[in-house]
């Protein structure tokens, strides 16, 4: 949050999401992206961290159903995007952020990129 240039912020939070996601990228198998979200949600699930894979306009999703990382997200919503990030990098597609817990909806959702 103390960095002030978003060039460096956003480099930072990809490198953070990068060294996460290989530490995780093995363990998420499947050929279809359903298979390889139900791998993440049961990684997540083994953290104790509640998420749901869902199925929206034909396309799966990802609700987090409890922020990992509750107290820097208050404070910096960057925090949302890097998980999203953590999500592309394991899922091999682009996730977007399409509902966040910090905007008043009930969980973070995810949904890849059409």
Do not use: W
Request: hydrophobic fraction near 35%; aromatic fraction near 4%; proline fraction near 5%.
């Amino acid at each position: 949050r103390q960095i002030e240039g978003p060039v460096v912020r956003t480099g930072l939070t990809a490198r953070i999401s990068r060294r996460l996601a290989s530490m995780y990228t093995d363990q998420v198998t499947g050929d279809s992206l359903e298979q390889r979200m139900q791998a993440v949600k049961a990684l997540f699930e083994d953290r104790q961290l509640p998420v749901a894979v869902e199925t929206r306009d034909k396309l799966p999703v990802i609700s987090v159903e409890a922020c990992p990382y509750p107290d820097l997200a208050e404070h910096d919503r960057e925090i949302c995007h890097m998980e999203g990030m953590l999500f592309s990098e394991i899922l091999g597609v682009e996730m977007n952020l399409t509902s966040c817990e910090l905007d008043g909806d009930c969980n973070c959702t995810f949904e890849p990129s059409s």
